[in-house]
């Protein structure tokens, strides 16, 4: 039953309603107009196949892309969607994303045609091939099927993340059924060196070729080679030649006399310096055999030990390039070190060669070598032994107990023992030995974790007599005991002043005992050669200390010898990063064996051209890495120079080819300049990236950098750049000459200038040349896939991703509703609901009364109507008479005419 009070509530709930109605209509048709769309989870996916149609492809190659992408689309899941596209010139849509049976079948029957097919627009085609891909569902991916031989448009690969994943699939094929990919050459010699270049040629068959190369356009040699099915590099040797900029152009001379003459070729500048002088220091004594390798092909060379580095940046102006080989970091003093890093900074190179006193193990950690490096050489993170027995042996006789600075020798000794601990892991051993005329033992071996005993153990070092190092040395083979599994390290803290004895014969032993001993010599008065040569005698380091950095230097030989620097035994290598760096060094039966290197990890931005991998380690560790350093360049070599674990390269072209590659990849190409600069051909022209460092090590940011290009026909463009990240510089020259491009870059505000040069192979659309792998592998890497092979194609693995559920078309539908359902309560309210019931009523009884009307009507108009009817027949029948009786009288007076 209603009562009063919800009957005075109704109004106040129906306004409400009605405020909640109208607002959602609103919101609705808001929403709607904004577009709104649900994101949804899906492993659906929308490929779009992009066949190039232009004329370097040909028919048959056509034909060939347009099979693989049927079998591509096939291979699709029912829930993806598929769209295919050709294009040359301009593009074509087959079919926009559809079902794969749909796409398939308008695929298959289209004709592939493409506006202008005497033009390849492949930068075009893919940004339209991407527009498409993004109308479908799911994880949207473009499979490009071209030559990569783009004559127009702009770059083909991404700048920064691309919105689209590509895969590209080389389509067509050299019609001569051999294609030129690349002529390699130094990027800087020197006059009178011997030159190592690679002429790369890709043949679909067993052949044997002729060829010729030209310098500056004149006859330099002839040449033949056998070729095998697929890539094959070509070994060129070049004499350097005058200082200039001189064009190599290799090309095919005969093949099987179906080729023309120059038909098929590569070409590249050398730029030649004039000589230039490389300085090879040798840290290990004796002269380097880099230096004498570097020598037999043609460098000049100056050889020393530590002191010939100079120790004033001065001192670099004549060098082209540094080597240090095996030099130990505590050789240099810090001038010199500080001079080497302002002389690669300011742009010279410098190559750094392994060996057991370098790197790690020549303490280049927290130095200035070490940040040269584009490796790290700290070894705390690489744990090779599960256990190590480290022994203290500390001298507490008279002599020892002298101040040295603020503390006694014996106390800068406890003071680095315990600062030592914290290097050990929990398992490892520690023990002490304090001798002055006899050795006790202070502190058993004890297990690293329990660091307070050991702390406290070295307060029980007292001031004692003379001195007795031999016996201490023999307690200390006692004290290790037999040979083990365990690492076991001495280190012998004394001033060396103790009687005479074998101590040949007490190295020996504790040699073979499985242990090493380093020895720290600390005061003013030391014997300093019997020290040093016990430490050498026992597999250990020397150092000669001031009280304040025995810390240090006890904390580097706990590093030392829990962290194992060497990697030796059966050594596997591999070209991990291809460049002129390692440009031919696997040719033939591949790297030579190898017996060792040191162990280190590369930084960020580092290049690792060399990988090496120890017999017991499962991942890959650096073995020539480079970087750029300032303006300068810096290379590691983590082996020796062909001493011990490089002797098997010795006297072979790899071994040649290391050092002459190595050394002329990071020598500087001139005194100054702060602009460097490198060419690629890109769509219909020449892609250029200069980077800019100052000499401070800073990028040069702001610059308004010009730039022009110079075809090898004479045509001539000018382009600009724009900086595309902090001292990173990229232009675009459209010249669209085949053959050698020379380009110029300079800023004119500092007048700095640097230029480099490119090769763009045959234009037009000629199919002489094949696919251009190169450019086909750079457009997929950088939007995000793969260099795929024409042959078993499959999609891509799928991955969820999100699809947009677009709400426009509901949103309206319910803000209509909204609409319709504000009105209804709205005229309830204002009573226009009673009203219209009345009316209705009203009108549908008048309706009523005019239903009844006719029929009580209609038995009247039936009489009306059939009344109406029998007249209407007398009517009919009176004309009848009428018509024959005239006819009659008319026949008549014919007949009395006659």
């Known amino acids: 039953m209603r009562t009063k009070e919800n009957r005075l509530a109704e109004p106040d709930l129906r306004r409400r309603a009605m405020g909640a109605l109208r607002a959602a209509a609103i919101g609705l048709s808001l929403l709607a107009f904004a577009g709104i769309a649900l994101p949804l989870p899906t492993r659906a996916r929308t490929v779009v196949v992009l066949i190039d149609a232009s004329d370097s492809i040909g028919k048959a190659g056509i034909e060939a892309s347009r099979a693989a992408a049927l079998s591509l689309i096939r291979a699709l899941e029912p829930r993806d969607r598929a769209a295919a596209m050709s294009f040359a010139g301009g593009t074509s849509t087959i079919a926009a994303p559809m079902e794969i049976a749909r796409a398939a079948a308008m695929l298959e029957s289209a004709d592939l045609a493409a506006p202008r097919p005497e033009a390849t627009d492949v930068s075009a085609a893919l940004a339209a091939a991407e527009r498409l891909a993004e109308e479908g569902p799911g994880q949207a991916r473009v499979c490009l099927f071209s030559d990569g031989r783009a004559n127009e448009g702009g770059e083909a690969e991404a700048r920064g993340a691309a919105r689209v994943a590509t895969d590209a699939v080389p389509a067509g094929a050299a019609r001569l059924g051999i294609a030129a990919e690349g002529l390699s050459t130094p990027s800087l010699a020197h006059a009178g060196e011997r030159l190592s270049m690679t002429w790369s040629l890709r043949s679909d068959e067993a052949r044997r070729i002729e060829y010729r190369v030209l310098v500056d356009g004149a006859l330099a040699f002839r040449g033949s080679a056998a070729l095998e099915p697929g890539r094959n590099e070509i070994p060129l040797a070049l004499d350097a030649g005058p200082a200039g900029r001189h064009s190599v152009i290799a090309q095919l001379v005969s093949q099987g006399g179906s080729a023309e003459p120059g038909e098929i070729r590569s070409g590249a500048y050398l730029d030649v310096e004039g000589e230039a002088e490389v300085l090879v220091a040798s840290g290990s004594g004796g002269a380097s055999p880099i230096a004498r390798a570097l020598e037999a092909q043609g460098s000049r060379v100056a050889a020393g030990g530590p002191e010939s580095l100079p120790a004033d940046p001065a001192g670099f102006s004549r060098l082209a390039a540094v080597v240090l080989d095996d030099m130990p970091a505590l050789s240099l003093t810090e001038a010199q070190q500080s001079s080497l890093q302002d002389y690669v900074a300011g742009g010279g190179g410098l ?117 007795d190092l031999s016996a201490a040395i023999d307690e ?197 300049g702060s602009l460097k600069a490198t060419a690629s051909t890109s769509g219909g022209g020449i892609r250029v990236v200069v980077e800019a460092i100052g000499p401070d090590r800073r990028s040069l940011s702001s610059l308004r950098l010009a730039g022009r290009a110079r075809g090898e026909g004479g045509s001539a463009t000018a382009f600009d750049f724009r900086e595309t990240a902090p001292g990173r510089y990229e232009g675009f020259a459209p010249l669209g000459d085949e053959g050698l491009a020379s380009i110029e870059v300079i800023d004119p505000v500092s007048g700095a200038s640097a230029s480099t040069w490119a090769w763009r192979a045959p234009g037009g659309e000629s199919s002489a040349t094949g696919p251009d792998l190169a450019a086909l592998s750079l457009i997929a890497s950088s939007r995000g896939g793969s260099l795929l092979s024409p042959s078993g194609l499959e999609p891509a693995k799928v991955r969820t991703s999100w699809t947009k559920l677009r709400l426009a078309l509901p949103c309206l539908v319910l803000a209509l509703l909204s609409f319709v359902a504000e009105l209804f309560l709205r005229s309830t309210m204002a009573g226009q609901l009673g009203r219209a019931r009345s009316a209705l009523a009203a009108w549908w009884s008048g309706q009523r009364a005019l239903a009844e009307a006719s029929r009580a009507a209609r038995p009247w108009l039936e009489q009306t109507r059939a009344s109406s009817d029998a007249e209407d027949r007398r009517f009919m029948e009176m004309q009848r008479r009428l018509a024959m009786h005239v006819s009659r009288r008319y026949t008549e007076k014919e007949k009395a005419d006659d």
């Open 351 to 467: 190559l750094v060669v392994g060996g057991e006193s370098s790197l790690g193990r020549g303490e280049y950690y927290a130095t200035p070598l070490e940040d040269m490096l584009p490796v790290s050489t700290d070894s705390r993170r690489r744990l090779l032994f599960t256990r190590a027995k480290l022994l203290f042996v500390i001298d507490h006789s008279g002599s020892m107990s002298e101040a040295v600075g603020p503390l006694t020798k014996q106390q800068a000794a406890m003071r680095g023992v315990a600062a030592a601990i914290s290097e050990l892991a929990p398992m490892d051993e520690v023990g002490i030995i304090g001798f002055d005329s006899s050795p006790t033992w202070v502190l058993p071996f004890t297990p690293a974790g329990q660091k307070a005993k050991i702390i406290e153990a070295l307060s029980h070092l007292g001031d004692g007599g003379g001195t």
């Open 476 to 672: 200390t083979i006692r004290g290790f005991g037999a040979p083990g599994p365990t690492k076991r390290h001495a280190i012998i803290l004394t001033d060396g002043l103790t009687p005479d004895a074998d101590f040949d014969g007490l190295a020996a032993r504790l040699g073979a005992a499985g242990a090493s001993a380093s020895t720290i010599a600390i005061g003013d008065e030391v014997n300093e050669e019997l020290l040093k040569g016990l430490a050498e005698r026992c597999g250990g380091s020397y150092y000669r200390a001031s009280a304040e950095l025995i810390p240090s230097i006890i904390d580097k030989e706990t590093v030392k010898m829990t962290r194992e620097l060497i990697q030796e035994g059966r050594i596997e290598t591999r070209v991990s990063a291809a460049g002129p760096i390692v440009e031919g060094l696997d040719r033939g039966a591949g790297l030579p064996a190898l017996g060792g290197y040191l162990l280190t990890e590369p930084k960020p931005l580092a290049t690792v051209s060399l990988q090496a991998k120890g017999p017991d380690s499962e991942s890959w560790d650096p073995l020539l890495a480079s970087w750029r350093y300032g303006n300068g360049r810096v290379a590691v070599f983590a082996s020796d120079s062909g001493r011990r674990w490089l002797a098997a390269w010795s006297g072979t072209e790899p071994y040649n080819l290391l050092w002459s590659q190595s050394l002329r990849s990071v020598e500087r190409a001139s005194p100054t």
